[in-house]
């Protein structure tokens, strides 16, 4: 069985803590269930949600151990003809802000 391809306009739809999507090396991988584990915290990953996340990823130098975690969220290729396009981060993934007294 061929691995499913997605384009990065479906990929940019996945941007939210209840469903997320990230590229890594022109693989897709949904970490929804991996938000509450990731070890530098979940902000980073909603960062970087619904986009190529490669630089950052290898930014951090994550260890063997991370790179096989991968596997277990992989869901399929990016669309080698499909071009980034711009994601903001959702208004949901912006912490509040403090409130005053």
Known sequence: MSA???????IAQHNSRSDLWIVIEGKVYDITKFL??????E???LDEGAKDATAAFEDVGHTDDARDLLVKYYIGEVD??????KVERPVEAIPDAPKGK
């Open 43 to 45: 902000e980073v990953l």
């Open 4 to 10: 499913k391809v997605h384009t990065y306009e479906e």
């Open 36 to 41: 509450d584990e990731h070890p530098g915290g």
């Open 80 to 85: 080698p003809n499909s071009k980034p396009i």
